[in-house]
């Protein structure tokens, strides 16, 4: 996960309780510098997005997802409540839309998609 700070956490989810397991670069204040292993982030409530699946698109604007995306709840470090969400009937990007979601110079030599067909 990318900072305000401009460093790149690595978290995990072992036994129901969120561990930071990494910090890259590594700066001079971090909890992980006395530590011997990953830290459990006592710290954080709130919800952590995950996915499985490959990389879909849908939609203009364009929104990116997966077709199982995981939600944690999570309350001083330990997961009360996880769901997924089964996003496998939403469908894929048109043509058209991918064609609204690009720069239109891109375009001008070719016509819209036709929709009688």
Do not use: C
């Amino acid at each position: 996960m990318f900072t305000l700070y401009g460093y790149v956490a690595s978290w995990a989810v072992e036994e129901d309780m969120l561990y930071l397991t990494g910090i890259s670069p590594e700066r001079h204040v971090s909890p992980l510098a006395n530590a011997a292993g990953p830290v459990a982030a006592t710290w954080f409530s709130g919800l952590v997005h995950g996915w499985h699946g490959e990389r879909r698109y849908t939609g203009y604007p364009v929104r990116t997802f997966r077709n199982d995306e995981i939600v944690l709840r999570i309350e001083s470090g330990k997961v009360v409540r996880q769901w997924t969400l089964d996003l496998r009937r939403v469908p894929d990007q048109t043509s058209e839309e991918l064609r609204l979601s690009l720069p239109s110079f891109l375009f001008r030599a070719a016509p819209a998609p036709d929709d009688k067909a």
